[in-house]
């Protein structure tokens, strides 16, 4: 199966093809240009440079959330009109569980990808690899740093860090005097060949039926709410 992946759910972004599980080609950016001026144009030059088009692929993959909520809209609305362009399926992936792959072959370590939520919170899930497959520990979350701390004693064990607030989550550790581990600078933050990971196996649908998943209400509904209880 042939996979066009898109990754935009934070600073960087990224669009990869992946066939049968192998990576055949990546494009990765992490730079001030926002995505909706980059990322289409980074999967079409992707395509063109591999002599493939959308007619060639399979199914689109992409992080459907939690992350930035501008990055995450992006993200889903590319995918979905490359879905409704070309006729193709889609995989809509949790951002979290495609940063996980990033873990593999980290041995005996609790792997925790983390985005900064701001808010004093980070977007977060917990994941182990058991028998070479990805095992989920808790499902996506907005948690306190406090409170993620306070599992890791509770837990006992290495915990592996990935996303962009994976230094914040390190820094934090050390102070507490807990085992923490961070990936080299290249391979830290989200990747499109993640997605691409974490949507094999999965059984794609149509891009009409795919919607982000935020975890948390934008600041503009937050404040809407607010005015509302005030009235």
Same mark, same amino acid.
């Given at each position: 199966m042939r996979i066009l992946a898109i990754e935009s759910s934070a600073r960087a972004a990224s669009? +990869?093809? &992946?066939? $049968?599980? +192998? =990576?055949?080609?990546? @494009?990765?950016?992490? &730079?001030?240009l926002t995505h909706s001026r980059t990322l289409l144009k980074m999967a079409?030059? /992707?395509?063109? #440079?591999?002599? =493939? &088009?959308?007619?060639?692929?399979?199914a689109v993959a992409v992080a459907r959330g939690p992350g930035s909520f501008t990055?995450?809209?992006?993200?889903?609305?590319? +995918?979905?009109?490359?879905c409704w362009g070309a006729d193709k399926p889609?995989?809509? %992936?949790? !951002? =979290?569980?495609?940063?996980?792959?990033?873990?593999?072959?980290?041995? *005996?370590? %609790?792997?925790?990808?983390?985005? $900064?939520?701001?808010?004093?919170?980070?977007? #977060?899930a917990l994941f182990r690899f058991e028998g070479g497959k990805l095992?989920?520990?808790?499902? *996506?979350?907005?948690?306190? =740093? *406090?409170?993620?701390? !306070?599992? +890791?004693?509770?837990?006992?064990v290495p915990y592996f860090f990935v996303g962009d607030g994976a230094k914040l989550? @390190?820094?934090?550790? /050390?102070e507490e005097g807990l085992a923490a581990v961070l990936p080299p600078e290249p391979l830290l933050l989200q990747t499109a060949w993640g997605v691409a990971r974490a949507a094999r196996g999965k059984t794609p649908e149509p891009g009409f039926d795919l919607t982000p998943n935020y975890l948390r209400l934008s600041q503009a509904e937050r404040e809407r709410l607010a005015k509302l209880q005030n009235q």
């Amino acid at each position: 199966m042939r996979i066009l992946a898109i990754e935009s759910s934070a600073r960087a972004a990224s669009v +990869a093809v &992946s066939e $049968d599980g +192998a =990576l055949v080609g990546q @494009y990765f950016q992490a &730079s001030a240009l926002t995505h909706s001026r980059t990322l289409l144009k980074m999967a079409e030059d /992707l395509l063109s #440079n591999l002599e =493939l &088009s959308m007619s060639d692929v399979d199914a689109v993959a992409v992080a459907r959330g939690p992350g930035s909520f501008t990055g995450v809209r992006i993200g889903v609305a590319a +995918a979905k009109g490359l879905c409704w362009g070309a006729d193709k399926p889609c995989v809509g %992936v949790s !951002t =979290l569980e495609a940063m996980a792959w990033q873990g593999e072959g980290r041995g *005996d370590v %609790v792997i925790c990808p983390a985005m $900064d939520a701001r808010r004093g919170q980070i977007y #977060n899930a917990l994941f182990r690899f058991e028998g070479g497959k990805l095992i989920r520990l808790c499902e *996506d979350r907005a948690v306190a =740093l *406090d409170n993620l701390v !306070t599992e +890791a004693k509770n837990r006992g064990v290495p915990y592996f860090f990935v996303g962009d607030g994976a230094k914040l989550c @390190y820094n934090r550790f /050390l102070e507490e005097g807990l085992a923490a581990v961070l990936p080299p600078e290249p391979l830290l933050l989200q990747t499109a060949w993640g997605v691409a990971r974490a949507a094999r196996g999965k059984t794609p649908e149509p891009g009409f039926d795919l919607t982000p998943n935020y975890l948390r209400l934008s600041q503009a509904e937050r404040e809407r709410l607010a005015k509302l209880q005030n009235q």
